[in-house]
Structures are given as C-alpha cells and as structure tokens.
C-alpha cells in the first residue's frame, strides 16, 4: 500500500476511534452522570436520553464500519503481519487481543441497540403517558448502563492493545 493511502487510512482510522470510543467516554463519565443530577424524575430526562441515543448510535455504527475498512487495509500492510490467523509472533498476539476485545465491544453494542435500547424507549414512552413501570425503567437503565460502563472498559482496553501492537 502506498505511503499516502496508508496515511489516510490511519487518518480516517483515528478519526473513528475519537468518535466511537470518545463518544463513550464523554456519555459515560460526563454527560449521563450530570444529566442525571439535573434532570432527576423530570420527563426531560426520558426525552433527553432518547435524543442522545438516536445522534450517537448511527455515529458509532459508521465508526465501527470505518475501524474495520481501515484496520484491515493497516494490518495487511503491517510487516509483522504473517497472513490469517497466523499467531506466531508479539504483534499478532496483541491483534488477536485487540479483535477479540472489539468483538466483545461489538455484542455489548448489539445488545444496546437491539435489545436494551428499544425496550427502554417503550418504557420511557409509557412513563411519558403516565403508563409505565419506573421500576422496570429503571432497571432497564440500570443494564444500558452498565453494558455501556463494558464498552468503554473494553474500548480502553483496544487502545491499550493497540499501543501494545505500536510499539512492537
């Protein structure tokens, strides 16, 4: 791969990464807690969670296709690379980590987005409508909470395999 090609993958890689794990790290550690203290039992916080769900997820979804794009255009073009599954060395250990570890931030996401997020939508929804269950919101916050409380933990640690994989 050419010098430039690969210097513009690895830009538009670090570029995704900001956006997917910084995005993490900025709701998980910033923003919920706040908006939590703010807006605590006020009907702004079912409609302000919501709001953020729906801007970050199509984010972190186009993140996440752009990491794999480039990641495996940066790989194969890695010298330390030895071909598909070949773990005989430091760099392809710290690799085979690194996937396994975004693997596991994928599931959490999948989770998240399919199975958490719809249902706490529905319960954010009957709770605006006077309907709802807040025990059953909250416990399904509780869990959007902590699976996301797991991804960034993983997020953290992709980027210290990552720095692992540099410096070898």
Not at 51 to 78: E, I, K, Y
Not at 136 to 155: A, D, P, S
Request: include cysteine; charge should be positive; aromatic fraction near 8%.
């Amino acid at each position: 791969m050419s010098p430039l090609l690969l210097a513009i993958s690895f830009f538009f890689h670090l570029v995704a990464t900001v956006i997917w794990i910084g995005g993490l790290v900025i709701i998980t550690l910033l923003v919920w807690p706040e908006m939590r203290r703010t807006l605590e039992s006020s009907p702004a916080l079912l409609a302000l969670l919501t709001r953020l769900r729906r801007r970050f997820v199509p984010w972190s979804n186009f993140s996440l296709v752009v990491l794999v794009v480039t990641g495996l255009a940066q790989m194969t073009a890695n010298p330390n690379y030895d071909g598909f599954l070949q773990i005989d060395n430091d760099w392809s250990r710290a690799m085979l980590l690194k996937h396994l570890t975004i693997a596991g931030m994928v599931v959490c996401g999948v989770v998240l987005q399919y199975g958490v997020t719809p249902a706490l939508e529905r319960a954010s929804l009957l709770l605006e409508r006077g309907k709802g269950d807040p025990a059953e919101w909250e416990r399904l916050r509780r869990r959007e909470i902590r699976l996301t409380q797991i991804n960034l933990l993983l997020g953290i640690a992709v980027l210290g395999f990552t720095a692992w994989a540099t410096a070898i």
